[in-house]
């Protein structure tokens, strides 16, 4: 009882904000015409419920004046029937579209969001696989809730609508046992109630373990899907090691734990399957079983009649079985229902994560530089990593940072774009000041080139003409005539050129800071000595800091900094250099 609480107040918190945002009157509508038309439905249901007695009877007494009325008020009923349902599939599914559209932009939204999708990485990945949770989870959420709710609701609308017929069928009818007439007021209710019961708690004590075997079905297959995601992401370097048959072995392995998982769900399935089929056949028979002796024995009651007994009372068992036919759909809406909320609470550490004050913070800086007065950078598991005290990257000048590999150079570039909170202290960034991080692999965009040169730009605000002459100018005028072509950029291009590319961005962009993360490490000397040269001489106001290891990067540098072990920690030193030419 307790979980189904707890699922439902989850429920309600990812589902009620839908109904209360900017598309809430088209959502409103649209579930209150659902709601009605299934309203409608369970009464077009009660009137064919009440024909059936009326044309069966007229067929018993052979009655042709009124079998020929009664087959033309089936036909208008059942044309209500038809253009109900057809209304009702088609409002569902605009509803759920628009539902869907609604929860995948507030997702996306807070999930690329001040680098929360990075932080959220960084905690641990608590959600795993954030792309399914906002395509597939989202989808079957909105599916089957609806499903679920007005199933729900029809089941509820429909006991109370035909309760009161079985009960009015059953009330004078005598329950004949062992030759014996007794009278039992509604029996035929109670044994409806009583048949419901029993299939229900048997329905939940075999299918209960489907709820973990469904909610780890869907992230064994997430998980799956993102390994065979990233081999295609790097089949180049695959191949060059000639690692096909390691990652075959790991997808094969991953795969394994797909297809075990589903094994336990066929045994249950099996076993839940043959129950709720042996329990929906033998409700067929159950309630002419009971009042058939009152049709075939006492003769109180004609076929009209006993045929109505025998719809209503499977009218009033399905509604009292919803649990028991919906059972597997309600353990997979429960496993989604699980992840969406995993991906909500991850979502939120991460921001609650960056808004700790005793986390790393920026401020506004009451100067032109970027100020590191105070700052320890720590790793995620709370083990310090970088201390710096009263530093600054000052405007215009070009900075060098050095260190052994591990001594946190890069974590130090992320804690000042603002994406590392773990740590203490503050870093003061001038107000609307422009930063631009340049890491070793730079990030292309699957679109078009002038897309990718841009980004995170529009291509719209950067000039056709201007990018092909920055192309030309970073050493890639072979692309320069490729502008509107589409590709996958980051396979299309070597390291070295996609690092190119990530100078020609920054000349588009003109940040005020310009941070290089071994960003030319992949050129060779006098291309990264002609492109540093193209910065000094294209961004003459821009602060440059780099990291690098080649001792030629001292040339374009007035400034070198280094990471030094210091106890259990790396600490900044600065050595003033004389300017460079």
């Known amino acids: 009882m307790n979980n189904i609480r707890s699922t439902l107040a989850t429920v309600w918190r990812i589902a009620s904000p839908y109904f209360s945002s900017e598309d809430k009157w088209a ?46 008020v089936f036909c208008g009923l059942a044309t209500v029937s038809v253009v109900l349902g057809v209304y009702q599939l088609y409002l569902n599914q605009w509803l759920q579209i628009r539902w869907r559209n609604w929860m995948t932009n507030k997702y996306l939204g807070e999930w690329l969001h001040d680098a929360n999708h990075y932080r959220m990485q960084l905690a641990g990945d608590a959600a795993d696989n954030p792309d399914q949770r906002m395509s597939d989870d989202v989808k079957l959420f909105v599916s089957q809730t609806l499903a679920i709710g007005v199933g729900l609701l029809s089941a509820v609308v429909t006991l109370a609508s035909f309760v009161i017929i079985l009960w009015g069928l059953s009330a004078a009818l005598p329950l004949l046992l062992f030759g014996s007439d007794l009278t039992f007021p509604g029996y035929l209710v109670w044994a409806a109630l009583v048949y419901a019961v029993f299939g229900t708690m048997l329905t939940q004590w075999i299918g209960s373990p489907l709820v973990n075997l469904d909610f780890n079905q869907q992230r064994l297959e997430a998980d799956f899907r993102f390994n065979l995601v990233r081999v295609r992401e790097n089949s180049e370097q695959i191949a060059l090691l000639r690692g096909e048959s390691a990652e075959r072995g790991r997808l094969s392995e991953r795969f394994g734990r797909v297809v075990g998982n ?35 024995v006492s003769k109180s009651i004609q076929l009209g009649v006993l045929i109505q007994i025998g719809e209503a009372f499977g009218k009033v068992q399905d509604a009292l079985s919803f649990f028991v036919t919906a059972y597997r759909t309600m353990a997979e809406w429960r496993a989604t229902v699980a992840r969406l909320d995993g991906f909500e609470n991850s979502i939120s550490s991460a ?32 083990a310090p990593l970088v201390s710096v005290s009263r530093f600054s990257f000052r405007p215009g000048e070009r900075t060098l940072v050095t260190g052994p590999s591990g001594a946190g150079k890069s974590t130090l570039f992320r804690a000042v774009a603002g994406i590392w909170p773990f740590g203490n202290g503050a870093i003061e960034v001038p107000r609307d000041a422009t930063l631009m991080m340049l890491p070793q692999r730079p990030y292309l965009p699957i679109g078009s080139l002038h897309d990718a040169v841009v980004y995170p730009g529009e291509a719209a605000g950067y000039d056709a003409g201007r990018v092909r002459e920055v192309l030309t100018a970073v050493g890639l005028p072979q692309l320069a005539t490729r502008l509107e072509e589409e590709a996958h950029w980051n396979r299309m291009l070597s390291l070295g050129e996609q690092q190119r590319l990530g100078i020609a961005r920054a000349l588009l962009h003109t940040p005020q800071f310009l941070f290089l993360d071994e960003a030319t490490a992949s050129l060779d000397e006098p291309s990264e000595a002609a492109l540093y040269q193209l910065i000094a001489a294209k961004l003459p106001d821009t602060t440059v800091v780099s990291i690098g290891h080649r001792s030629t990067l001292d040339a374009f540098h007035q400034r070198n900094i280094a990471l030094v072990r210091d106890g259990e920690r790396f600490a900044l030193r600065d050595a003033v250099k004389v300017a460079a030419s």
């Open 27 to 72: 959502g409103r509508g649209l579930l209150g015409a659902v709601i009605s038309i299934e309203l409608l439905l369970v009464g077009n249901d009660v009137l064919v419920n009440q024909w059936r007695n009326r044309w069966y009877t007229a067929l018993q007494n052979k009655d042709w004046d009124t079998f020929k009325f009664e087959t033309m």
């Open 351 to 382: 921001e609650k994560l960056a808004a700790d004050p005793a986390s790393i913070h920026t401020r506004p800086a009451s100067g032109g530089d970027i100020a590191l007065p105070q700052l320890l950078v720590k790793l995620p598991n709370g």
């Open 262 to 296: 589903w094994y336990g769900i066929m045994s249950r399935t099996k076993r839940l399957t043959a129950f709720t089929q042996s329990y929906a056949q033998a409700s067929v028979i159950f309630p002419f079983v009971l009042a058939g002796p009152a049709y075939f």
